[in-house]
């Protein structure tokens, strides 16, 4: 078993991107790819077959869609793509999900719920007060973490923060299986 993990995630931003049908999402890929390249920890789909094939954002596109890929979860994809933030946390288990939280809490929403066609819950939408109660579990723990840093917590209190002050953003968090 790994470790469990959190990111910072723009959720709006991938709401958009989930709304979005085939053209404006290729005109959107269009205006945005230069930013899904620079993304240092980002394997999109995109701009793998662009480096392949050599082509515009529209032939990846038409490339993808003429193979296995739907439509739907390619655009799943470009939004996990844009959402997730390069960042990474990795959590000690007195701030992860099995010790902080007895199932998912209230206002949390799976990766089932949010993205379709999923099969397997990868990751669950985080508010501000959610963090908060890891963030808690984590201080009454401190000599005890083996993963985390104190500078770890204090970026994850940067995150909730964030996520309390601006409705864009949530924490994603991340099971390790």
Same mark, same amino acid.
């Given at each position: 078993?790994?470790?469990?993990?959190?990111?910072?995630?723009?959720?709006?931003?991938?709401?958009?991107?989930?709304?979005?049908?085939?053209?404006?999402?290729?005109?959107?890929?269009?205006?945005?790819?230069?930013?899904?390249?620079?993304?240092?920890?980002?394997?999109?789909?995109?701009?793998?077959?662009?480096?392949?094939?050599? #082509? !515009?954002? +529209?032939?990846?596109?038409?490339?993808?869609?003429?193979? =296995?890929?739907? *439509?739907?979860? /390619? %655009? &799943?994809?470009?939004?996990?793509?844009?959402?997730?933030?390069?960042?990474?946390?990795?959590?000690?288990?007195?701030?992860?999900?099995?010790?902080?939280?007895?199932?998912?809490?209230? #206002? !949390?929403? +799976?990766?089932?719920?949010?993205?379709?066609?999923?099969? =397997?819950?990868? *990751?669950?939408? /985080? %508010? &501000?007060?959610?963090?908060?109660?890891?963030?808690?579990?984590?201080?009454?723990?401190?000599?005890?973490?083996?993963?985390?840093?104190?500078?770890?917590?204090?970026?994850?209190?940067?995150?909730?923060?964030?996520?309390?002050?601006?409705?864009?953003?949530?924490?994603?968090?991340? *099971?390790?299986?």
């Amino acid at each position: 078993m790994g470790t469990d993990s959190v990111k910072l995630f723009n959720k709006a931003l991938a709401d958009q991107i989930l709304a979005l049908e085939q053209a404006p999402l290729v005109h959107f890929l269009e205006e945005n790819i230069n930013t899904l390249k620079q993304k240092a920890f980002t394997i999109s789909l995109i701009v793998f077959e662009m480096k392949e094939s050599g #082509g !515009s954002v +529209s032939d990846a596109v038409e490339s993808l869609l003429s193979g =296995e890929q739907t *439509f739907t979860n /390619l %655009r &799943a994809d470009i939004a996990q793509d844009f959402g997730f933030e390069d960042e990474e946390i990795y959590l000690d288990y007195w701030g992860c999900y099995s010790h902080v939280f007895s199932g998912h809490p209230e #206002g !949390s929403i +799976s990766s089932l719920d949010y993205l379709p066609n999923q099969v =397997e819950e990868i *990751f669950l939408l /985080l %508010r &501000a007060e959610h963090v908060d109660q890891m963030v808690k579990s984590l201080h009454e723990h401190a000599d005890d973490l083996k993963v985390m840093k104190a500078s770890d917590i204090e970026r994850l209190e940067e995150w909730r923060d964030l996520c309390a002050a601006d409705p864009r953003y949530i924490v994603a968090y991340h *099971f390790d299986f």
